[in-house]
């Protein structure tokens, strides 16, 4: 029997802006790196495949009607203040009640403690902020039973990265944006030989001497750590790391130097170089890498120069060039490399004759143009990638006449048109693409009767049409049959909080953006206890 102690009740709470990049947050998939089983942490089991899949996306994998197993962790974790320890459940209930809990935004200091000793083999904290040294000690008690744990962006210092020395079969740790840990915690680290992934993105502690003992985890396959004072010198140390399938530099200070220590790492698969120093000099080091799959070189100063030295790289699946010097002559380069899945050239200097090198890019399935000079007519030339499952046009460019061109693409999941010229009458052709997971349409032209043309797109999950100023609740009307929705976005436009009643059939709906609409707290909050259990994220909050 589960010790239990007097009730309290527990709001689902939590909050993210309107704003297109936290739209994405939801759906919890990086575009523009790494593949998400690079970005997330989790046991063994998990390593190979994809970890911890997004809550949402779990949530509609399930069976419409919920199993008693279900039934029952929802209710302890509704009356969680009455438990105060889950260490005689069987492990693996203790686990599905934590997971829920950081599914639904409600772990919290008064129910961490309840899973003290409880063996948990995966300790994710999602978005929680409240970790502290206190939780770690929870979290250091599970012993060698524990196999993963990410906690980013919290309270958690030197003292508490200590206690996880218990913890010596720990596979993954993340430890993103973690400001009070300093490099005298992460030596700490360096005792958990069992690691193999480790993520310490964003922390203002690390500096290259630091990195030194990083040589002893021999079995690390994933390393992220992004660092401003990170340089040649750092990346020196992790030469013999030849286990090491991933590694993400991004904004440190390295060159194309550092590369020279890296071609001895053979097991290589995934470089992220995004928003270092790199030009043009040394580029010619990437020839070497004949492994790579995956390779970010986002926002740094290089050139065509530097594409024509990853020719060679035939097994790439993954090129991302973002914000890059990268004109139409330079993606001449890129033909032989046929293996690509994923090509990120949002913010260069491609336009519409570019596209025309794409066409020997077959296994094509994510593209992104956003911000280029590509225009309708050049969109002919995708017609062709039907195995494209993502593409991203977030261009003013992209009218309804190059959306009727992209009818052939009936495969496409994700259609990113943002900032184009998309009006009521172009949104027929969307009833083309009936596997739509993902889409935005945020360019302003959108009226009620607009959305009428998406009613029947009914995979869709997420749903941007905030900044379409003429919507009203009949908007919300049409909306209303798109069961499977996680995410719907309708800032800046005109509905009421009458309008919130068309939101009761959606069920799976966890996030919910109606900033600058006549809609208050109060109502959503409302809707929430009432009709949208799983709503976890909503604006207006307040």
Known sequence: MIVSESYQGNSLMGSICSCKRDHYADENI???GFSTRYFKLGSSKWLESSLFLPGPFCQLQRRSCPSLMELCIRKICEDIDKYRSFSILPRDISQLIFNHLVDSCSLSDNC??????????????????RVNDKWLDVISSQGSSLLSAYISSTEVTDFGLSLLRNCSNLQALGLDCCDKISAHGIKHITG?????????????????????????????????????????VGVSYLRDLDKLVVLNLEGSDVTASCLDYLTAL???????????????????????????????????????????????LTKLEGLYLDSCRISNDGLAH?????????????????????????????????????????????????????????????????????????????????LDLFGAQITD??????????????????????????????????????????????????????????????????????????????????????????????????????????????????????
């Open 30 to 32: 990086t575009r523009r």
């Open 112 to 129: 961490i403690e309840a899973f003290r000793d409880c063996a948990l083999h995966d300790m994710c904290m999602g978005e929680c902020t």
């Open 192 to 232: 958990l030989t069992n690691l193999e992934s480790l993520t310490i993105r964003s922390c203002k502690c690390i500096m290259d001497s630091d990195l030194k003992p990083f040589a002893g985890l021999v079995n690390l396959k994933e390393l992220q750590i992004s660092c401003n004072d990170i340089t040649n």
């Open 266 to 312: 053979t097991s290589l698969k995934s470089l992220n170089l995004n928003r270092c120093h790199l030009t043009d000099d040394g580029c010619e080091k990437f020839s070497a890498l004949s492994n790579l799959k995956e390779l970010n070189l986002g926002f740094n100063n290089i050139t065509d120069t530097c594409l024509g030295h990853l020719k060679g």
């Open 334 to 414: 890129l033909a032989g490399l046929s293996n690509l899945k994923a090509l990120e050239l949002s913010d260069t200097e491609v336009g519409s004759n570019g596209i025309l090198q794409f066409s020997g890019l077959t296994k094509l399935e994510d593209l992104n143009l956003s911000f280029t000079s590509v225009t309708d007519s050049g969109l002919t030339k995708l017609s062709g990638l039907t195995s494209l499952r993502s593409l991203n046009l977030d261009t003013r460019q992209i009218t309804d006449s190059g959306l009727a061109i992209l009818t052939s693409l009936t495969g496409l999941t994700h």
């Open 425 to 542: 009458s172009g949104t027929k052709y969307l009833t083309y693409f009936r596997s739509l997971q993902s889409l935005d349409l945020c360019g302003g032209r959108l009226t009620d009767a607009g959305v009428k043309n998406i009613k029947d797109l009914s995979s869709l999950m997420l749903l941007n049409l905030s900044q379409n100023l003429k919507l009203t609740d009949t908007a919300l009307e049409f909306l209303s049959g798109l069961t499977s929705l996680v995410s719907l976005n309708v800032s800046n436009s005109r509905i009421t909080n009458e309008g919130l009643q068309h939101l009761k059939p959606l069920k799976n709906l966890r996030s919910l953006y109606l900033e600058f609409c006549g809609v208050t707290a109060c109502e959503i909050k409302k809707l929430q206890a009432t009709a949208l259990p799983n709503l976890a994220r909503y604006r207006p909050n307040q």
